[in-house]
């Protein structure tokens, strides 16, 4: 183990051979210093960086928690930071029983481990976890042959606004800065983070359209930082109702083309909604069963599919057809009185069965 020197200045140094380099034909050592207060903590610190550098050699030497925090880092720059924010937290709860070394690691540990969890967490979460796990584990022992069987997804019923009370909800809106995303989630399909990333300079007053390119989210810091839509497909161009144009005009004026449209992060537009339903009077719908009910209303006017993705925002028509495929109830109706009508002409009338 190599020793710390003191410095002139009463603090401790301490070096560490990294890696060699070629300089005008000739190889030289490099080595990474180490400078603390204390004797101790400098070796300490050197110690640490030559058995982490030993173990990035040799990744099966890397505990499961070292391979996600890896994966994590190497990641940072690049996924969401909503992303980020959730592997974070997966990965402060969880894989703790499971910390060994990747070395140690086999299918039927892992497959315990799920079972296990999965009397604790939800579906969802469980997915999430395995879906973090394998990547993480992927990037440092490709070859590992990740294989787990995860329960089926609970089928959850989404309740849908009417449009009934989607009118109530703007009525009670009038005067208040909600009033706009309410109508961009209901009436053009926007989801909270998109409205909040939008700017005055996405809305084209002559062609009378609105342009997705953002989004807000919450980084690991717990502040709000623009990064692009969700997917590739989230950048999007859409025609504004006539009447939500007006609405959108009043929050352009006295604003350049930089400054937000609606002047509200997520969690103000999710504050204010929550007080809008409370003096309404309407259901206790969250703000994406907004979102919700435009794209059931484009399926129940038969809107073609390849359409209704584009102008949600989807990469695929999966996320559609899993959630957002439920008919509302008005239509519901409507549609069972025309089968209900066409078998009682048909084998109905004045005959009996009885």
């Keep these: 183990m190599a020793t710390a020197k003191k410095l002139p200045s009463g603090s401790w140094t301490c070096r560490v051979y990294s890696h060699t380099e070629t300089v005008d034909g000739k190889e030289k050592s490099v080595y990474q210093r180490f400078t603390a207060p204390t004797k101790k903590e400098a070796e300490f610190r050197a110690a640490e960086y030559a058995l982490n550098k030993t173990r990035r050699r040799n990744p ?3 505990t499961v928690k070292e391979a996600i925090s890896g994966y994590i880092d190497a990641k940072r720059n690049i996924l969401s930071p909503s992303t980020i924010v959730g592997y974070v937290s997966l990965e402060k709860r969880a894989f703790s029983e499971i910390d060994i070394t990747i070395a140690k690691l086999n299918n039927d540990i892992l497959q315990r481990y799920f079972n296990k969890m999965s009397t604790q967490v939800s579906p969802k979460t469980l997915r999430n976890m395995s879906g973090l796990l394998s990547a993480s584990i992927y990037y440092y022992a490709p070859d590992f042959v990740y294989r787990v069987s995860l329960p089926a997804k609970r089928s959850s ?5 009417e449009a009934d009370e989607i009118k109530m909800l703007m009525d009670a809106a009038k005067g208040y800065r909600i009033l706009l995303p309410v109508m961009l989630a209901s009436g053009m ?8 990333g939008l700017t005055v300079g996405d809305v084209n007053k002559k062609k009378k359209t609105l342009s997705i390119n953002s989004a807000v989210v919450q980084s690991e810091n717990k502040e709000w930082v623009t990064k ?3 997917t ?3 950048k999007r161009t859409l025609s504004i109702p006539e009447y939500i144009y007006p609405t959108i005009l009043d929050a352009t004026k006295d604003k350049s083309k930089e400054d937000s449209l609606t002047g509200m992060t997520p969690s103000a537009i999710s504050s204010a909604y929550n007080r809008l339903l409370e003096s309404s009077g309407v259901t206790r719908y969250n703000f994406h069963s ?4 435009y794209a059931s209303m484009m399926l129940a006017n038969n809107v073609p599919s ?6 949600m925002g989807h990469a695929t028509d999966d996320m559609l057809k899993r959630v957002y495929q439920h008919i509302m109830s008005e239509k519901d109706i409507e549609v069972t009185d025309v089968i209900n009508e066409y078998l009682n002409n048909a084998f109905g009338g004045d005959k009996s069965y009885r």
């Design 228 to 230: 692009g839509t969700k």
């Design 232 to 234: 590739n497909s989230g």
């Design 60 to 62: 099966a030497n890397l």
């Design 290 to 293: 907004l979102r919700h009910y």
């Design 157 to 161: 019923e989404i309740e849908i606004p």
């Design 306 to 311: 390849k359409y209704a993705v584009r102008r």
């Design 189 to 196: 399909g926007l989801r909270r983070s998109e409205i909040s």
